[in-house]
């Protein structure tokens, strides 16, 4: 199936694409058929950069063990993170 | 018959005036009588090597071919895949446009010497609706809806896709429908292939479908593990024999 369900979330940080390191502004995250993964569906994550153009994209195809397993060490990372580090001060990141 | 054609990529008029890109397959050689021309309507991961295979296969048997890139103004000159992330993230391609674009091909197609005049859509995935959208829009002599899901049912809530059910648009047919579906497939799922076979059988239209046991999404898509061989070769035929009767 092509399913039409995309989440889209604003998002801020760094990504290495084909051309090399970029700001990725967007996350689109979607179930779908794999352009690469040799799975019938996979779960999809772009992170994007719209203002620097289509090919300014990190692309991941997950099969679902995967993508659970990542969601999972993801939300762990973070709950070991002490208060505060992650959501401290910035500095203006170029592009 | 083994037909020489000539295959490249070009730029055509579509909607709005827009000049998009487009891949054209056509004929070439003394012989080969003029036959209608085919809009190849890419699916939703885009204008890919697949979708350039599907024009040329159709050159291949005698028919002009010419599938637009209908994502040439978010990502031109982008990879296939990275275009189909931008038009995904941008809401898909709006039906108006996709109308003028093929409307644009169609024209392109009818002014080649190789073409007798006529013209067909054919369209996969998101494709298929589209094609049935344009069936309903444009002076088109035939059209083919490869498994094209949210022809009758609404997208899913959140959906960010700027589709719109196309039942109220079925009166509007004016020429002959091949549908072709994979009985395993979500969307669309039998329940709404069957829904819009009563729809069309309701408004006199002329159509026939297919669904293939054992085929889902995708199933003609020789690049990916949703390829069914025994579906596909049989829809194939059922391509043929269809533009057979209303292109030639």
Known sequence: MCTYQTEQLPVRGSGKGASGWFAVREATVYVDHPVHA??????????RNPELGPSARVALELDGASARALAEAISRALGRTPDGLLEGATSSQGE | MD????????TLTGH???????????????????????????HMPGYDDWSKEVTRRFAFHGYPALCPNLYSREAPGASPDDAAATARAAGGVPDERLVGDVAGAMETLKALEVCNGKAATIGYCSGGRQSLLAACSLPLDAAVDCYGAFVLNTPPEGAPLSVRPLGDRVKDLHCPLLGLFGADDQFPAPDEVAQLEKLLA??????????????GHAFFCTDRPAYRPEAAVDGWNKIWDFFGRHLS
Not at chain 2, 17 to 41: F, H, K, M, W
């Open chain 1, 38 to 47: 040799p799975d019938l569906h996979t779960l999809n994550i772009d992170l």
């Open chain 2, 3 to 10: 037909v020489a054609m000539r295959a490249e990529t070009v």
């Open chain 2, 202 to 215: 309701g408004a006199g239209k002329d159509f026939e479908f297919h669904s293939y046991e054992g085929a």
């Open chain 2, 16 to 42: 709005g005036g827009d000049r998009i890109e487009g891949y054209l397959a056509q004929p070439v050689g003394d012989g080969q009588p003029p036959a209608g021309g085919v809009v190849v309507i890419h």
